[in-house]
């Protein structure tokens, strides 16, 4: 099993900057990759950006790609989600979810963290 843990969300002004973290704990050898995900009020959740487990470039939303940074640390098992320029449009429940080596899509997800842009 796999536990994840999102923190980091907080009350920002349009184009300031917050960093989301996730910790990821359990069973790490399952991990195949980890994305982020949000979700405003009335809207479906999104997808905003993922990156594999054993590192490399992450993968991201059209629109976010430029103004949001996906990271991992490898000596804490913690997966981050740079957030810099943010709108409005931004604000939304963010999760942090993970894939295994053996399933397809996400099995494992995170309780959230609240991200509130104001104007």
């Known amino acids: 099993q796999v536990q994840l843990v999102e923190s980091g969300g907080g009350l920002v002004q349009a184009g300031g900057s917050l960093r989301l973290s996730c910790a990821v704990s359990g069973r790490i050898s399952n991990v195949y990759s980890v994305g982020w995900f949000r979700q405003a009020p009335g809207r479906e959740r999104e997808f905003a950006a993922a990156?594999?487990?054993?590192?490399?470039?992450?993968n991201y939303a059209d629109s976010l790609k430029g103004r949001f940074t996906i990271s991992r640390d490898n000596a804490e098992n913690t997966v981050y989600l740079q957030m810099n320029s943010l709108k409005p449009e931004d604000t939304a429940v963010y999760y942090c979810a993970a894939r295994s080596l053996y399933r397809a899509g996400y099995e494992y997800w995170g309780q959230g963290t609240q991200v509130t842009v104001s104007s």
């Open positions: 990156l594999f487990w054993r590192g490399g470039s992450g």
